[in-house]
């Protein structure tokens, strides 16, 4: 390790290091927009299956309906997890290796410390 290289640059090598997958990978990309598209498309039909249901007097068109709208608020749902899944993935993925990186940072300030100290007591009080 050298006190040269700047903290951005260590942070970006380390996290080379850790294999840690971009979350603008194509795949991620391609769940997000899947929820977003189920999220969208569930209220369509939710909304349609409302219109359907209230504006017949046919109970099974009422029956059809009701069966459209339960299948968009099903959509909706699913849609809303794995917009939330993939979009909280990459946040979470880069948070936790800067946690990481923090708290190596912070052991090898406390090791450097404690090269650094003097067991008799006569060393100076830390900063």
């Known amino acids: 390790m ?3 290289e700047p903290r ?3 942070f970006v090598r380390e996290l080379a290091v850790l294999k840690i997958p971009d979350p ?3 795949r991620a990309a391609l769940w997000l927009r899947l929820g ?4 969208v498309g569930g209220l369509v039909l939710g909304v349609s ?3 359907v249901s209230h504006n017949t ?3 099974l068109v009422q029956g059809d309906g009701l069966a459209l709208g339960l299948g968009g608020i099903s959509a909706t749902v699913v849609g809303s997890a794995l917009f939330l899944r993939y979009s909280l993935t990459g946040f979470l993925r880069f948070w936790m290796a800067r946690q990481s990186y923090d708290i190596n940072l912070l052991a090898d300030r406390l090791l450097e410390r ?3 100290h003097d067991p008799t007591g006569n060393d ?3 900063r």
């Open 124 to 126: 100076a009080p830390p």
């Open 36 to 39: 977003v598209l189920l999220m």
């Open 49 to 51: 299956g409302y219109l």
């Open 57 to 59: 007097v046919d109970p």
């Open 24 to 26: 603008a990978a194509a």
């Open 2 to 4: 050298t006190t040269t």
């Open 8 to 10: 951005a640059d260590r």
């Open 114 to 116: 404690d090269i650094h």
